[in-house]
């Protein structure tokens, strides 16, 4: 079975310049998360996607960040315009169907390799 | 408000000594509660998962946690490190409430095993 896909796997920008990652998940996972993870901090959940609607974006700072899913698949996350905070690492996982997975039963999320960014 | 708070940043042992990588949570609700491990330049991967079955859960490579309601606690331990072991690793909550529970990451424990 193949894992989750992300694409790039580096990326080094300019600040005020746009950028956008893509996520394939895992076939057959409803499921859907970014995360930020800043150098020396865990994870952070920018997005979750449940098929192709948002079931939590709270922690997206929407001003400059956006993400979709359309056809409840590949995903992408966009950047405009990127700031030097924005150096890190973003994550995507998938789960099979978090939200049928019942109270305090959580299903597992597989993650990608993540994409590296870095913002001069 | 929910948190997850790992005791150590930074944890080295001998190899084939014990591990213990600590984990304390708050929540208002049953949790469900992981950890997962991230080798350098690799993807974060599952260890084992607590969700309100037997409170000793057994995971991959060898470890085990223990959830401890009393003491809100989900220590992560190996009787037996290996080198391999050198990883960072990361203790995470899920509150339960609801299918949207906000996923919470603690801050993560570097573990060095010494030869």
């Known amino acids: ?120 | 408000a929910q948190s997850v708070t790992q005791l150590d940043s930074h944890v080295s042992v001998s190899e084939g000594t014990p591990v213990l990588l600590r984990c304390n949570y708050s929540s208002s609700y049953s949790p469900s509660l992981f950890w997962y491990v991230q080798h350098p330049n690799k993807g974060l991967q599952l260890l084992l998962k607590y969700t309100s079955a037997a409170t000793l859960v057994k995971g991959i490579n060898g470890f085990e946690a223990e959830f401890k309601k009393s003491e809100t606690s989900f220590h992560l331990t190996k009787p037996s490190a290996h080198m391999s072991d050198a990883a960072e690793y990361f203790c995470v909550v899920i509150p339960g409430y609801s299918s949207a529970s906000k996923i919470i990451f603690g801050s993560g424990t570097r573990l060095s095993i010494r030869p």
């Open chain 1, 1 to 120: 079975e193949a894992g989750v896909a992300q694409s790039p796997r580096y990326k080094i920008i300019e600040k005020r310049q746009s950028v956008a990652f893509w996520c394939n998940p895992i076939s057959g996972h409803a499921t859907l998360y970014w995360y930020q993870q800043i150098l020396g901090q865990g994870p952070k959940l920018l997005i979750q996607f449940q098929n192709n609607g948002v079931v939590d974006d709270s922690q997206l700072p929407k001003d400059r960040f956006s993400a979709e899913r359309l056809k409840g698949v590949d995903s992408t996350l966009k950047i405009q315009p990127a700031k030097l905070e924005d150096s890190a690492v973003y994550l995507c996982a998938s789960s099979l169907d978090a939200a049928t997975a019942g109270q305090g039963d959580q299903e597992t999320q597989y993650f990608g390799p993540g994409t590296r960014l870095l913002v001069l």
